[in-house]
């Protein structure tokens, strides 16, 4: 069984097995949580993401998590909100769906997730909190027994997008 938990504040803080990157293309940097991320991991953290080569939107790459309290890094590539025409939903549920992939290949038990496609990137904080829950939902229950991840962590940066993960999580036990 997984538990669904939401935390407000700092990624970074969490001493989880792995804590998910909301990066770009090129997995040097940038601003938001990957750039918060990249503070808190030390230059390290980039040294290593140059030799993963990027990653495509909707895929996710791994990596240590250097000087931060978790002990990996899923960097995966949320979709620019371009008005819901150019296949978001199902890149944004990709993005979900190869963490847990990841992570379950790793063994991971506890994994925290930033909204991502939330920031810079200006998905509609609804619907992708909504996404999010789905897509996570599903790649647990077709993870079927070789399930390792015990806890889900969804982190707010803001009381809005906390309300967003509370309502999400909310209507998504509603619908059972
Ligand atoms: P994207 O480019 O995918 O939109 P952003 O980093 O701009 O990524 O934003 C993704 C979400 O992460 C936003 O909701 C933003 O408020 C939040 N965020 C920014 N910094 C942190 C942090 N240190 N910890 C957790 N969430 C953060």
């Known amino acids: 069984m997984t538990i669904f938990k939401i935390f407000k504040g700092d990624i970074c803080s969490l001493a989880v097995d792995a804590i998910v990157n909301a990066a770009n293309n090129s997995l040097l940097g940038g601003g938001g949580v990957d750039g918060a991320i990249h503070r808190a991991a030390g230059p390290a953290l980039l040294d290593y993401c140059r030799d993963l080569d990027g990653c495509?939107?909707?895929?996710?790459?791994?990596?240590?998590?250097?000087?931060?309290?978790?002990?990996?890094?899923?960097?995966?590539?949320?979709?620019?909100?371009?008005?819901?025409?150019?296949?978001?939903?199902?890149?944004?549920?990709?993005?979900?769906?190869?963490?847990?992939?990841?992570?379950?290949?790793?063994?991971?038990?506890?994994?925290?997730?930033?909204a991502i496609s939330c920031g810079v990137y200006a998905y509609p904080h609804?619907?992708?909190?909504?996404?999010?829950?789905?897509?996570?939902?599903?790649?647990?229950?077709?993870?079927?027994?070789?399930?390792t991840i015990e806890e889900i962590t969804l982190v707010a940066y803001s009381d809005q997008m906390l309300a967003h993960w509370q309502a999400a999580l909310t209507f998504s036990r509603s619908e059972y």
């Open 56 to 114: 495509e939107t909707g895929d996710a790459k791994l990596s240590p998590s250097f000087l931060l309290p978790a002990n990996y890094v899923i960097h995966t590539v949320g979709p620019i909100w371009r008005g819901g025409y150019e296949n978001e939903a199902a890149l944004l549920a990709s993005c979900y769906q190869r963490c847990v992939e990841l992570a379950r290949q790793q063994g991971i038990q506890s994994l925290a997730f930033p």
């Open 126 to 147: 609804e619907v992708a909190t909504r996404i999010a829950i789905d897509a996570l939902s599903a790649s647990i229950a077709s993870s079927g027994n070789r399930n």
